[in-house]
């Protein structure tokens, strides 16, 4: 997860959100060209999948919903709560704290599994529009700044202090 301070910012929940939904959209757009084929083949396996694919999909547009119902209200939802019930959405072993079990199996009906399977079944989506995140990391940005102050003093670290957090401070916000 990307983060200022350990969350995200609400940027780069934006661009989670763009992302998720170009992935969706190029995931129905195939499926519409696979479905029927897949399921004069297999039809039991190919409704299991649209089944899946719209259980999916409920859950991304409930979770993605309270991203537009914190724009639009008085009450706001933090980013990460948001970006924790987009995650979770799409990946059904993502915990409360924001990581994947390392053991934890792909599970049946997740984004990727969706994919993996309609692509074993047919081409795979075109995420050739799928846009990639811009949004600057504030923490990652203070921290390379700290370490040109401290390659730039004299002595190195020591005696900096606070012109170290100022400096970093200010590239920050440039």
Not at 24 to 43: E, I
Not at 92 to 119: C, H, I, Y
């Amino acid at each position: 997860m990307p983060t200022l301070f350990g969350n995200p910012t609400t940027a780069e929940l934006d661009e989670l959100i763009a992302a998720k939904d170009a992935t969706v959209v190029a995931t129905t757009a195939q499926s519409a060209k696979t479905l029927p084929v897949w399921r004069a083949r297999d039809a039991a396996g190919a409704d299991t999948w649209a089944v899946q694919w719209q259980a999916l999909r409920d859950r991304y547009n409930a979770a993605r919903g309270l991203r537009v119902n914190a724009s639009s209200s008085t009450l706001s939802i933090p980013p990460e709560v948001v970006w924790h019930a987009i995650m979770k959405s799409i990946r059904q072993a993502w915990d409360v704290t924001g990581s994947l079990t390392q053991s934890a199996p792909e599970s049946t009906g997740d984004l990727q599994n969706l994919v993996r399977r309609l692509s074993a079944e047919g081409d795979a989506p075109d995420f050739s529009k799928v846009p990639q995140p811009v949004a600057t990391d504030p923490a990652l940005e203070i921290f390379k700044a700290a370490d040109v102050a401290v390659r730039l003093a004299p002595g190195g670290f020591a005696g900096l202090g606070w012109l170290i957090v100022a400096y970093a401070v200010s590239k920050m916000f440039k």
